[in-house]
């Protein structure tokens, strides 16, 4: 084989590498590494130390592979009428990828917990969780995007107006539960008195009778 075969040869060779390496450069990162995504377990194990008393135990993947990105929790509620933020402390417990989150949250009428995973710069995605009063799950809500009618189902942070809808939700709930409650209050009240009454007709029922045999003894 001639020396100008052999270059020629490996001009090619050269010519197809720098493509394969432009073509490889062009494909998105977000598209090859694939989505993130956050799950939201509730109650927390109580039977586990690292996850007994937690709010709520978090578990974060990397398209669908269990991954340690990191991830910041708050809680945003309602106090006596007012809004309030409570950041929340974030443990890894176990497995790869898995978080327990605790805090202290004041009475209120209601609140979410904002998990937020970020897996770059640009790339994160949200879990938004409602409590009502009595810290009961309201609504889960995984803030997320479809792309390629529908193929792929991308999370994403959340927006401020999703977490207030998601409050609301909160909110709501403790009313109707509060409302509930009343209802068998008033249900319960109204059986008491009416059970009363019904005693009372009864007495009267039962003193003339009680008179009639004391009369028939004498």
């Known amino acids: 084989m001639s020396a100008r075969t052999l270059s020629l040869s490996s001009a090619r060779t ?4 720098a493509l394969t390496l432009t073509a490889a450069a062009a494909v998105p990162r977000t598209a090859a590494a694939g989505p993130p995504w956050i799950g939201v377990e509730l109650p927390a194990n109580p039977h586990q130390p690292a996850t007994r008393g937690a709010l709520a135990v978090a578990h974060l993947y990397h398209h669908g592979d269990a991954t340690g990105y990191p991830l910041r929790a708050e809680a945003v509620g309602m106090v006596d009428g007012a809004r309030r933020t409570v950041r929340l402390e974030v443990r890894p417990v176990g497995p790869q990828g898995v978080f327990a989150i605790h805090g202290a949250l004041p009475r209120g009428d209601g609140w979410v917990l904002v998990l937020t995973m970020s897996s770059g710069e640009t790339s994160r995605a949200s879990a938004l969780v409602a409590l009502d009063r009595r810290g009961e799950v309201a609504g889960v809500r995984v803030p997320q995007d479809s792309r390629e009618n529908g193929r792929w189902i991308v999370p994403r942070e959340a927006t401020t107006a999703e ?6 939700v909160a909110t709501a709930r403790t009313v109707a539960s509060a409302d509930a409650s009343n209802d068998a209050s008033n249900d ?3 059986d ?12 009267v029922v039962l003193l003339p009778v009680g008179l009639q045999r004391l009369r028939g003894r004498r």
């Open 14 to 17: 050269l010519a197809t590498l």
């Open 163 to 168: 977490v207030d809808a998601m409050l609301r």
């Open 188 to 190: 319960a009240s109204f």
């Open 192 to 203: 008491a008195r009416t059970a009363g009454l019904a005693l009372a007709g009864l007495g």
